[in-house]
């Protein structure tokens, strides 16, 4: 089984859920529905449209409780927060988005906001006191507070403020490939000591394998920062957040036409490049799979199987309600 702990359909009213179906029965996905650009009410558009698209089709089940999770006749589904702006600054709003299906929430997206810093900024003053509220609201509500995207301060403010443990829901190691997206060694110990987990993604200017043509190599930088991970944390603490994006294209184009929320960090290596599902799982004929490429690591199969799904599932069963 495979918890995919973020991937990206377009936020577009074109957006197809048929297309998580690339994934394969039996996985867990969360899907994003909304980051520094969105609205409350452009959130919940998102959410309504994503929700009965997959409720009209036989192969989705949104999720309520962890207990949902697993049936191999079924993705299961739920979605999260990339980004507090979707909140209207109403912290009241963590439940309502929960009643809908959100489960993860990440308090900055790479530039600052009124939950504290991201990643991009070169000035670092961590949480704000708003920012605190949030995760005491996360920490009430059951969903997970989530270090991506935030600022190395505000990143160890979470783990430090939080009651439950925290998660990164898809974040390399800046150890092996120096990017402000990356975190840290310390950030990495801050996040396992709450008990929490560590998806490492497949986007190649995170993992320092950019080329189109250089899907192996990806998937290898991958199984490289998984490895360095659990040496560096533990078994318990890494697990997959992919961040595989179903219209790299449109995503993109979003890229240089919102260069606020982004900066030469991302556009440096030339237009984003992926890790698809069918890469990841082994289906792609000449590229081995990253389960193959985690056994070569030394991985045994009760490891392999806390890496893909137990180690996520345990921390869901921690903090959802
Ligand atoms: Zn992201």
Redesign the pocket.
């Known amino acids: 089984m495979l918890w995919e702990q ?1 991937c ?1 359909l377009p936020l577009l009213p074109t957006a197809r859920v048929a297309d998580l179906a690339r994934y394969p029965l039996g996985s867990y996905l969360s899907v ?1 529905v909304g ?1 520094s650009g969105e609205t409350k009410a452009d959130s919940l558009a998102l959410l309504r449209l994503f929700r009965e698209q997959a409720a009209a089709d036989p192969r989705f089940r949104l999720v309520d409780r962890v207990s949902d999770i697993g049936a191999p006749e079924v993705i299961s589904l739920a979605f999260d927060l ?1 980004d507090s702006a979707p909140l209207d600054g109403d912290l009241d709003n963590v439940a309502l988005f929960y009643e809908l299906g959100v489960r993860s929430l990440l308090p900055t ?1 790479n530039h600052a906001n009124a939950a504290g810093c991201g990643c991009l900024d070169t000035v670092d003053t961590g949480l704000t006191a708003y920012g605190k509220d949030l995760v005491r609201k996360l920490n009430e509500v059951g969903m997970f507070v989530d270090g ?2 935030c600022s190395r301060r505000t990143g160890l403010d979470l783990a430090t403020h939080t009651a439950a443990p925290m998660i990164y829901s ?1 974040s390399n190691f800046a150890a092996l490939w120096a990017h402000p997206r990356n975190i840290t060694a310390d950030q990495a110990r801050a996040c396992a000591a709450t008990g929490g987990v560590i998806g490492i993604n497949g986007v190649g200017i995170f993992l320092g394998e950019n080329a189109p043509e250089a899907r192996a190599e990806r998937l290898a930088a991958m199984a490289d920062h998984i490895r360095y991970g659990v040496d560096l944390v533990g078994i318990d603490h890494i697990g997959i957040g992919s ?1 595989y994006s179903f219209d790299g294209d449109q995503f993109n184009a979003e890229i240089h036409e919102n260069p606020a929320a982004f900066s030469a960090d991302y556009t440096a290596w030339g237009p984003l490049q992926w890790t698809p599902p069918e890469d990841l799982l082994g289906e792609t004929p000449g590229i081995p799979s990253l389960d193959d490429l985690l056994t070569d690591r030394g991985f045994t199969p009760t490891e392999r199987a806390a890496l893909f799904s137990g180690n996520f599932t345990r921390v869901a069963t921690q903090v959802w309600r």
Do not use: K
Request: charged fraction near 20%; include cysteine.
């Open positions: 973020h990206c994003n980051y990339e997206y991506s995207h898809h961040d």
